[in-house]
């Protein structure tokens, strides 16, 4: 598969998919992806034979941002989704049903960031000891806190959808 | 769900760990019986968290050198490795020759040292326990070769971003053409001892069965997936550092069982042992730092992700920069922890004596995992 399939694939799914200068970023195709649309996407991912690399939360203002990196066995097709979420009350439906393999990356997360991975079974603590609470260790204060357009230079914002 | 103990039903809930000869490590795994057969298992991690990726938001690159040896012990460089690349990825940092080789050689070396303690670990797991005795005196002489090197045996610091800490000497290129010509010598001893043992084959072979797309839907990586017979291998589907100039195969075994996982990394040795060869033969002459690289290392803004072929499998480095010289966000994925979160649908169905194996041929090793 190659990577203009790929592209074609993401936009079938209504994805405005953007290739990446692989040597410099790491990654073959970059997208923002609307949360309503994410399980779309990562289906037919899924349907293509990929394989799921993590789940990344990064705290950001205003909003945060959750990351997923996908890969093909036969290499050379780096994928990486971006989904923003409210900071307040951060939401994302879960992938877990598509990849089981997401289980446990979303469940790191939630104890890191405390993500709302909508239809997960099970998100009780996995790295952090049971009685962690709110704990979220990895949310930035306000003094550390970054805008999202420092972390992802505003080009990589084209063809968001609002 | 964890399942609690019901006294009403057939079933019984054990747990295995967190302090078990079987688990490597501090690991729990919560498990639903009926009889001698497993229904579930749920792996409890988290005994060992020291939240490096905390740690990483806090310190500058140069800072966290000290954490990458810290969290596979078995395999550290590595994890160095992935690090220094993911930085010099974001930077632009073009590393000397001469570097680039010096990490090969020093990184396929500590991955013959992981496997040859995997090796130890998962006989003995199995109940035979004269194997570990073979393979510790071969490990010794690479932890030697690397302390001479490196300054440790275990927890390396070794890489720096654009090259690394000092020079190999003579005595380490010679002594470790003698341990590649005494190692070559003792797969056969390995394999007479081991592999044709009838009580082992029985207890491996079509024993915890992974099919390609398990692979898939885990993201499980390394031996695990070659195992299962995809040649999936980031220094050769995603060459970094200079894999690409290097003669290896990629061993694979199409059964997906436990055997398959073993001969898997048995293989591997010996193809770690040609890259060895081949780069001291090839070992440029130069500096081993680069010339230019900045006093302060000023990250982003922007994100790079480096994946880099550990002992144990795929290692991930994510790595997010906001202009300042402390990463913004540093994600490491551990190759195990995808490898152990397919316990559950592995192990269903499976005996309990057979689960030992299985978590044997999948190398855990717990303090990645917990990070």
């Not at chain 2, 001969?263 to 040795?269: D, G, H, N, S």
Request: with cysteine; glycine share 8%; charged share 25%.
């Amino acid at each position: 598969m190659t990577l203009e399939e790929i592209l074609q694939v993401l936009e079938t799914t209504g994805v405005d998919a953007a290739p990446a200068d692989h040597p410099t970023k790491g990654v073959h195709v970059e997208a923002w992806v609307p949360t309503e649309r994410l399980r779309e996407v990562a289906q037919a991912l899924r349907d293509r034979e990929f394989l799921i690399e993590d789940v990344i939360g990064v705290d950001a203002a205003p909003e945060m941002m959750v990351v997923y990196h996908f890969h093909r066995l036969e290499g050379g097709c780096r994928v990486r989704l971006r989904v923003r979420t409210d900071r307040e009350s951060p939401r994302v439906p879960t992938i877990q049903d598509i990849f089981p393999g997401a289980s446990w990356h979303e469940r790191e997360q939630h104890d890191f960031y405390g993500v709302e991975f909508e239809g997960h079974p099970d998100l009780s603590p996995l790295i952090l000891p049971e009685d962690a609470g709110d704990l979220r260790p990895l949310r930035k204060n306000e003094k550390k806190l970054k805008s999202l357009d420092d972390i992802v230079p505003p080009p990589a914002h084209q063809g968001e959808a609002s | 769900m964890i399942p609690r103990p019901d006294p009403t039903l057939e079933t019984l809930v054990l747990n295995m760990g967190p302090q078990h000869p079987s688990t490597h490590g501090v690991l729990r795994v919560v498990l639903k019986l009926d009889g001698e057969y497993v229904l579930e298992a749920h792996p409890v991690i988290g005994y060992g968290h020291r939240m490096h990726e905390k740690m990483g938001e806090v310190r500058n690159v140069s800072g966290f050198y000290a954490n990458v040896g810290r969290m596979d012990y078995a395999g550290a460089l590595s994890f160095g490795h992935g690090h220094v690349l993911a930085v010099e990825r974001m930077l632009g940092i073009e590393v000397p020759p001469r570097a680039e080789y010096i990490r090969v050689i020093t990184t396929e070396l500590n991955r013959i040292a992981s496997h040859l303690l995997w090796f130890g670990a998962f006989l003995l797991d199995l109940g035979a326990f004269t194997p570990i005795l073979y393979s510790f005196d071969d490990r010794e002489y690479i932890l030697d070769l690397l302390e001479h090197v490196t300054g440790a045996r275990l927890t390396f610091s070794y890489f720096r971003v654009g090259g690394v800490n000092r020079d190999l000497d003579e005595r380490f290129i010679q002594g470790t053409r003698v341990f590649i010509r005494r190692m070559r010598s003792r797969f056969e001893a390995y394999h007479k001892l081991v592999t044709g043992n009838v009580i082992f084959r029985k207890r491996v072979e079509g024993v915890g069965i992974i099919s390609p797309d398990m692979i898939r839907k885990y993201g499980a990586t390394g031996p695990v997936a070659r195992g299962s017979g995809i040649p999936y291998d980031i220094r050769r589907v995603e060459p970094y550092s200079v894999y690409s100039e290097l003669d290896f195969d990629i061993p694979t075994f199409p059964e997906g069982d436990c055997f398959a996982r073993y001969r898997v990394r048995l293989a591997e040795m010996e193809q770690s042992l040609r890259i060895v060869e081949q780069a001291l033969d090839r070992l440029p002459d130069g500096s081993v730092m680069a010339e230019k690289v900045p006093r302060k290392l000023k990250l982003g803004p922007g994100e790079v992700y480096q994946a880099v072929e550990a002992a144990r499998g795929e290692l991930g480095y994510y790595l997010a920069g906001d202009g300042t010289d402390v990463p913004y966000r540093l994600k490491i994925r551990p190759p195990s922890y995808s490898n152990l979160s397919l316990l559950n649908e592995l192990a269903s169905g499976v005996l309990l004596a057979d689960l030992v194996a299985i978590m044997g041929s999948l190398d855990l090793v717990i303090p990645e995992i917990d990070r």
